[in-house]
């Protein structure tokens, strides 16, 4: 099966399985608020397990339909989407320099999906 080169959807479909990665790391932060082995430790941790599950399900589905190095390379936001996390549910502090890095991230993976060869 060739595989199709990267469109908006596609990029859209990547981001949609990278969003439910990164919930992971949101289950994981709050399992660690817990007293381990607790009724709240165990589910959180279960439900970071049941995210995964989903997560490589759809990863699968993914690099199935797109070139690995693109989808990979989109991947990389899973950067951005952990900031968005850490801001929103957690009220961390986001810094310039956390901004500049995504940016960055940003560029090179605009750099790779535009990449004609």
């Known amino acids: 099966m060739k595989k199709k080169k ?14 439910i ?16 082995l607790s009724f709240w430790f165990i589910f959180f941790y279960g ?4 995210v995964l599950g989903v997560y490589a399900i759809v990863w699968q589905q993914i690099i199935k339909r797109y070139e690995l190095s693109v989808a990979y390379v989109n991947r990389a936001t899973a950067i951005f989407w952990s900031l968005i996390w850490a801001a929103l549910i957690f009220r961390e502090h986001i810094s310039w320099k956390n901004i500049l890095g995504v940016a960055i991230i940003f560029v090179g993976i605009m750099v790779v999906n535009t990449d004609e060869n």
């Open 47 to 50: 439900l970071e397990i049941c």
């Open 6 to 19: 990267i469109t908006l959807p596609g990029i859209l479909s990547i981001q949609a399985a990278v969003l």
């Open 21 to 36: 990665y990164t919930l992971s790391g949101i289950c994981a932060k709050m399992a660690a608020g817990h007293e381990f």
